[in-house]
């Protein structure tokens, strides 16, 4: 495949930033196959950035790009400009365990650790030498953040996996959040639950919103229309249309964007 470059390339650092995320001309290969093609696009604190579009793509490429967690994957290639707070993730020297504490990731399936809900919440803060007073505030404070504290806090010691699934993927969000993270990437993290639970973590979404940034990505386009503020559509690895929430609902500027949010449906 012409263009592509033999090594991951190292872009310098985007000055003048205002977007805690920001892409531009960010293309990614799996071995010969482009999977994204000039992605440019930015993610705003108090925003709801949701991310549509049919499957493969490249809605999860591209999330799981943000926070490095494709690195591992055999032919995986980058080329282009990813940024957090204006400095290229993909930058040589850049410490991949700080992004991955400043940016968490929240996935289609809870997976919860096989141990109890109040370990779990803490996960993240093992190597941290905190007491037990102080764990017991970071469990209550994130399982309140999460909706969680009352259906739990007399179970605290009991196994996450005994908890429903819609409680488990609020159990898995109270673990990204005692990190302290800044961003939030979730890969349609409601896709396996109930409507119930969904609405719940939506709600949570909208309670997060100015504290966080966050990238939501959903197959559900009541969902996106429910939730959004800045819709962005995916379609084989390219952005067709970006902008706002009821701009793109109402009056968008390409037939693909309007065939898709009304009929989920797409020739690309
Ligand atoms: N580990 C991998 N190795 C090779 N190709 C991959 C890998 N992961 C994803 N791809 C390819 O990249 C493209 C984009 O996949 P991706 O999972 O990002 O799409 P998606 O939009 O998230 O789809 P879905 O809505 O089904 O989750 C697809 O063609 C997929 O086959
Ligand atoms: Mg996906």
Known sequence: MTGKPALKLV??????????????????????????????????KGLINCIVG??????????????????????????????????????????VTQIRKAIGIVFQKPCVFPKSISENVLFGLQPLRITKLEKLCVVEKQLKAVSLW?????????????????QQQRLCIA?????????????????????????????????????????????NIQ???????????????????QGDKDKLFNQPEHERTRIYLHDEYCEC
Not at 31 to 43: C, E, G, N, R, W
Not at 150 to 166: C, F, M, Q, W, Y
Not at 175 to 194: F, G, K, W
């Open 11 to 44: 872009a310098p650092v985007v000055s003048g930033a205002t977007a805690l995320i920001e892409a531009e001309k960010f293309n990614v290969w799996f071995h010969d196959t482009q999977v994204l093609k000039d992605i440019a696009v930015s993610f705003d």
């Open 54 to 95: 049919p499957s493969g793509g490249g809605k999860s490429t591209f999330i799981r790009s943000i926070n490095r967690i494709n690195d591992g994957i055999d032919g995986f290639v980058v080329q282009g400009e990813l940024s957090f707070k204006g400095r290229n993730i993909y930058a040589a020297g850049t410490d």
């Open 150 to 166: 009352k259906e739990v806090s007399h179970r605290l010691n009991d196994p996450a996996t005994s908890l429903s699934i819609g």
């Open 175 to 219: 673990r990204t959040l005692a990190i302290n993270p800044e961003v939030i990437l979730l890969d349609e993290p409601t896709s396996a639950l109930d409507p119930v639970s969904t609405r719940a973590i939506e709600e949570l979404m909208l309670k997060l919103k100015d504290r966080y940034t966050l990238v939501f990505v959903t197959h």
């Open 223 to 241: 969902q996106a229309k429910r939730i959004a503020d800045k819709l962005i559509f995916i379609c084989e690895g390219q952005i067709i249309e």
